[in-house]
Structures are given as structure tokens and as C-alpha cells.
């Protein structure tokens, strides 16, 4: 029978995208695992792939249309033997979108309904025949295998996870659903009416703004922020840059002072390891890697694209990480996976020449270092002489629920320590 495809979830916070591009066309057959359409998600544009195989009979959402909510029906598919006239009679109206809860839970090109129960015997079993092979081949009873595909169907995946597993384990309990949102306490209206007669331009919220907006608002008002100041003499550092760069050159990299930054914070959450957590609702999770996001600024807000192991790597390959990913950020092509997770976070406003302010933690990290720029400033040596040196105020905004004011003090000078003595950083 044909296969609805739907629109799939394709990042956690996603509950509508824009279907931006499809790369088939009514009539063509794809294959498991095909691309067959580019989606705008809240935070990049993610390719979907098909989930199973067929020819595509007819496309129900146009290219380019936006606010499309998640579970919606946006192609039809068709198995071998089954036509166009096919699909008026097997469609079903659009599903409405699931709680943004449930979208999380679907993986990639998967954001189907909820699957049925495995078939009763005598009972109809759907599967597609790339499945069915598959079963066949591995003496597998496809009535035992619960389907993931669309109403319930069994396709690739499922046959081969249930080859992969010894035994199916019980479901865990669904998780509560979540207490509907408050509603808004700005009324765009009252807004605009004390404006009337001035000239205005009104700019619709994209999904990545509704994202920000929600997601700090969230943090400003569950997170107990509180907030640590240190000034950093940058002058060794600067030193020792120069020296390195000018070995590296050589091999095209050029290391900046925020790569050095990234490794000290990496280091130093080694260095404090209690600090290396994240706050997980009922409880603290501690990390073991030093995994650490790094605030990115794009065309209509921004992204936090996460180094992992980012203590076990060295400057160039660091640098080197770094560039490519804030490129991909740009052009909006990071996975998922690429911009969630750490425990840390870094936000550098220093490059646009702010010399201090306070970040905001992005959740559920614990802490989140804001960089300022590097200035000329008097200074008094350990010797009480007066001198010159380049300065860099810095202000770790902590969550109080994960770290306490002197674990937060530690880290911070664990910090301010490596990038005052970069070669000891590096031993």
C-alpha cells in the first residue's frame, strides 16, 4: 500500500520546518536511505532521506513551503505494482503535530507515527520488500518485529535491529507530558498600537529566533545565574603566539588567541573536574571528556558548535576544527549532533572590541566563559612596580545548581593560570 512520508523532526527543538528543496521528482525511485528533499529546520538545513524504497507517486508539499509542522504528510511513495490511482484511496488526512517533546525522539528521516503493536498472528503484516528480503534471509519472523516506518510498517532498520538484538527489552514508562508553555505576556497588538502613525517594519520571528527567544528566556528564569570577574595579562601569551605562528606558517595555520582560550578552558575543566557538569533536572551529571561549545554568530542569531575531547587535541587541530565548523554554521549545514552536548561554553566578543559582559548559560550547560578584548592597561607587578600590559577581563557566569561559588572561583583561576603561562598550558 503507499507510504505516506512525513516531516520528520530533524533537531530537538524542531516543531515545524521549511520544506526548502525537493531533489526528486513524481515518478522517480529512490532507495533506503536516497536524499530526496532539503529541510530548513530552526537551526540549519538538513537533508531527508528516504526510509524506504519505491517510487515517489506524488508530492503533496510544494518546495519552498514554510511552517510546516512536523508529522505532516509531504509525499506519498509506492511500492512495485502500485499507481497514482493508488493513493486517494490509502491517504489519510495530515496528522496533527506531535507534543515537541516526542519530535525530540525521532532520529533522522524517522518522524512517523507512533508504531502500532507488533501483528497478531493471522494478521496482515506491512513491510517493505527491501525488509521482507531481509527477514527472509536471517529466518526472522516478521511478525515479532514492531515497524518504525510509517503506520506502523517494518522497514530495513527495524529487521536488522531485531537481527542485532538478543531479546526486546521492555519500554521505559512515557515521560510525563510536558505543562503547556505560559501564554505570552507581550501582546503584539497593545505594541503596535502605541506606535500607531510612525513608520515601522515588522520582522516575522524565523524558527531559530522563536528558538533563541525560548530557549533564554527558559535559561534567565530557571538557571540561578551568578557571575565571576578576572582580569588576564595577555602579554606572554601574545609572545608566545607569534613565535608559534610564525613555525606554522609554513603549513598555512595561523592560531588566534580564542584557539588558545578554547584550550585553556579545556584544560581547566581537567584541572577541576567537578566543574565538569551539567545540570540534568534531578540530578548532576559530570563529564569526563572536556567537551566544549563555542558561541558562533550567523545571519539572524547563532550557534554553539561543540569540540569534543577538545583537551586531548592539540592548538592546530583545534584551530583547524574550529574553522570549519563556524563556517558550516554559517551556511546553516551543521548536524545536530555537532551543535548539542558539552558542559562549557565560550562566548567571545573581544574580535568586536567589547571589552567585558555577562553571558547568559546556555542549558543544560554549567558554566559559560565571556571573553572580552585584550586592552592596554597600567598594571602593578608582584614588585610594585607600575607597568604597561595587555589586559583581557573575563566573567564566568555559572549555574549555582551544578557548581558552588568556590569550585567556580577554582576553575576560573585554573583558566586565568593557563592562558598567563600558554607553554605550561601545552606541557
Request: charge should be negative; include cysteine; charged fraction near 25%.
Amino acid at each position: 500500500m503507499p507510504i505516506e512520508l512525513l516531516m520528520p523532526a530533524l533537531s530537538p527543538t524542531m516543531e515545524e520546518g521549511t520544506l526548502a528543496k525537493w531533489l526528486v521528482k513524481e515518478g522517480d525511485t529512490v532507495a533506503s536511505g536516497d536524499v530526496i528533499a532539503e529541510i530548513e529546520t530552526d537551526k540549519a538545513t538538513m537533508e531527508f532521506e528516504a526510509v524506504d524504497e519505491g517510487t515517489i507517486g506524488k508530492i503533496l508539499i510544494s518546495e519552498g513551503t514554510e511552517a510546516v509542522k512536523v508529522n505532516t504528510p509531504i509525499a506519498v511513495l509506492l511500492e512495485d505494482g502500485e499507481n497514482a490511482e493508488d493513493i486517494s484511496a490509502t491517504s489519510t488526512p495530515a496528522p496533527a503535530a506531535q507534543p515537541a517533546a516526542a519530535a525530540e525522539e525521532a532520529p533522522k528521516g524517522v518522524a512517523e507515527k507512533a508504531a502500532p503493536p507488533a501483528a497478531a498472528k493471522g494478521d496482515r503484516v506491512f513491510a517493505s520488500p527491501l525488509a521482507r528480503r531481509i527477514a527472509a534471509d536471517k529466518g526472522l519472523d516478521l511478525a515479532s518485529i514492531t515497524g518504525t516506518g510509517p503506520r506502523g510498517r517494518i522497514v530495513k532498520a527495524d529487521v536488522e535491529a531485531a537481527a542485532a538484538a538478543p531479546a526486546p527489552q521492555p519500554k521505559a514508562a512515557p515521560a510525563p507530558a510536558a505543562a503547556p508553555a505560559p501564554a505570552p505576556s507581550v501582546n503584539a497588538d497593545q505594541i503596535l498600537a502605541m506606535y500607531e502613525g510612525r513608520e515601522i517594519t515588522e520582522v516575522p520571528l524565523d524558527g531559530m529566533r522563536r528558538t533563541i527567544a525560548a530557549r533564554l528566556t527558559e535559561a534567565k528564569q530557571t538557571i540561578p545565574h551568578f557571575y565571576l570577574r578576572r582580569d588576564i595579562q595577555l602579554d606572554a601569551l601574545l609572545k608566545f603566539r607569534s613565535e608559534i605562528n610564525a613555525q606554522l606558517a609554513s603549513r598555512g595555520v595561523k592560531l588566534s588567541v580564542n584557539d588558545f582560550v578554547i584550550k585553556a578552558c579545556a584544560a581547566a575543566l581537567q584541572a577541576v573536574p567537578e566543574a565538569n557538569a551539567i545540570w540534568a533536572g534531578d540530578r548532576i551529571i559530570k563529564l569526563t571528556p572536556s567537551d566544549v561549545a563555542v558561541a558562533v554568530a550567523i545571519e539572524g542569531g547563532l550557534f554553539t558548535p561543540v569540540l569534543k575531547d577538545a583537551d586531548t587535541k592539540s592548538l592546530s587541530a583545534l584551530s583547524a576544527e574550529m574553522k570549519d565548523l563556524a563556517t558550516r554554521a554559517r551556511d546553516r549545514k551543521l548536524a545536530p549532533h555537532e551543535y548539542q552536548g558539552g558542559s562549557f561554553a565560550i562566548s567571545n566578543l573581544g574580535m568586536m572590541g567589547i571589552e567585558n559582559f555577562d553571558a547568559v548559560i546556555n542549558p543544560p550547560h554549567g558554566a559559560i566563559l565571556a571573553v572580552g578584548a585584550g586592552v592596554k592597561k597600567p598594571v602593578v607587578s608582584a614588585d610594585g612596580e607600575l607597568s604597561v600590559a595587555t589586559v583581557m577581563s573575563v566573567t564566568l557566569s555559572v549555574d549555582h545548581r551544578v557548581i558552588d561559588g568556590a569550585l567556580g572561583a577554582e576553575l576560573l583561576a585554573a583558566i586565568k593560570d593557563n592562558l598567563e603561562n600558554p607553554m605550561a598550558m601545552l606541557a
